[in-house]
């Protein structure tokens, strides 16, 4: 089964920004949306942003779309979540994920990375 890789998390200031990136093993994306999750300590994972890899529509949640963008390389084969004016209340580890048609549910998704650790500290 592929796997999927985060990288880019790091230990921040507030209203610094970051840029995750998603990679698959199987360098497959073509076909799927990504998206992007997010998971704090003690609460549940929580759906940020997706794209569709050929439609290259994308989808945020309400919270984002200010302060997050979502887009894709198609020379690199990733997914990268463009982070700005980054708040504590974004300290979370930020997932990637890939599945063949548009969600939000965090629980159709069957493929996952590790997860990157975000921390924004005031």
């Known amino acids: 089964q592929a796997q999927l890789e985060e990288s880019g998390g790091s230990a921040v200031q507030v209203g610094d920004s970051l840029r995750l990136t998603c990679v698959a093993s199987?360098?497959?994306?073509?076909?799927?949306?990504i998206a992007w999750f997010r998971q704090a300590p003690g609460k549940e994972r929580q759906f940020v942003a997706s794209?569709?890899?050929?439609?290259?529509?994308?989808y945020y949640a309400d919270w984002a779309k200010d302060r997050f963008t979502i887009s894709k390389s198609d020379a690199q084969n990733s997914v990268h979540l463009q982070m700005n004016d980054l708040r504590t209340d974004d300290t979370a580890i930020y997932y990637c994920?890939?599945?063949?048609?548009?969600?939000?549910?965090?629980?159709?998704?069957?493929?996952w990375g590790q997860g990157t650790q975000v921390t924004v500290s005031s």
């Open positions: 199987d360098r497959t994306f073509g076909g799927y949306f």
């Open positions: 994920a890939r599945i063949a048609y548009y969600t939000e549910n965090a629980a159709n998704y069957n493929t």
């Open positions: 794209i569709g890899w050929y439609s290259e529509y994308t």
